[in-house]
C-alpha cells in the first residue's frame, strides 16, 4: 500500500514537473531591435536638426576664439602690455563662453536623446509584448539578461519586422 501511494506521488510530482515545462518562452535581445529600426535612425537625424542651430552657433565661437589666439600669437611682438592683457582677457572670456555653452548643449541633446530612446525602448517593449501574445509566449525575456538561448527561443526578428511593418 505504500509503495502504491509512493508511486502515485511520484508520478504526480513528474506531470506537474512536465507541464511546468510546458511553458513557451523566448529571448528578445531589445538593443538589437532598436539598432535595427529605421526609427532610430530617424531620431537621429530629427536631433540633429533639433540642434543644428546651436551646434553651429558653437563651431563659429571656437573659429572666433582660434581667431583671436592667432591674433595674439602674431601680434604679440607690437603690442602694447595693455593690448596683450586686453586681448588675453578677452581670449579667456570666449574661452569660458564657448566651455559654457558646449557644456550646456552636450547636456541639453543627450537629455533629448534619452527622451526619445526611452519613448522607442517603450513601443519596443509593447510591441514585443504583442507578439508574446499573438504567438502564446508564456515568458519574454530580455536577451541582455540570458546568458544563452537557442535560436529557437529568439524572436528578436519577429518584433523587428512587426515594428517595421513587415508582418
Do not use: C, H
Not at 529605421?38 to 546651436?54: G, K, N
Not at 536623446?113 to 514585443?128: D, H, P, S, V
Amino acid at each position: 500500500m505504500k509503495t502504491t501511494v509512493a508511486a502515485a506521488l511520484l508520478t504526480t510530482a513528474m506531470f506537474a514537473n512536465a507541464a511546468e515545462a510546458q511553458q513557451k518562452v523566448g529571448v528578445v535581445s531589445l538593443q538589437n531591435v532598436f539598432q535595427q529600426l529605421p526609427q532610430a535612425q530617424q531620431i537621429s537625424e530629427r536631433l540633429q536638426e533639433e540642434f543644428a542651430d546651436d551646434f553651429a552657433e558653437l563651431d563659429k565661437m571656437t573659429a572666433d576664439l582660434q581667431a583671436l589666439q592667432e591674433k595674439a600669437e602674431r601680434d604679440a611682438q607690437i603690442m602694447s602690455p595693455t593690448e596683450r592683457l586686453e586681448l588675453g582677457r578677452e581670449v579667456e572670456m570666449l574661452e569660458a563662453q564657448r566651455q559654457l555653452k558646449y557644456q550646456a548643449l552636450r547636456e541639453d541633446s543627450e537629455r533629448r536623446q534619452q527622451e526619445e530612446r526611452n519613448k522607442l525602448m517603450m513601443e519596443i517593449a509593447r510591441e514585443t509584448q504583442a507578439v508574446a501574445q499573438a504567438e502564446g509566449y508564456d515568458v519574454i525575456l530580455n536577451g541582455s539578461s540570458v546568458i544563452y538561448a537557442g535560436e529557437a527561443l529568439d524572436i528578436t526578428d519577429e518584433v523587428v519586422a512587426k515594428m517595421t511593418g513587415g508582418n
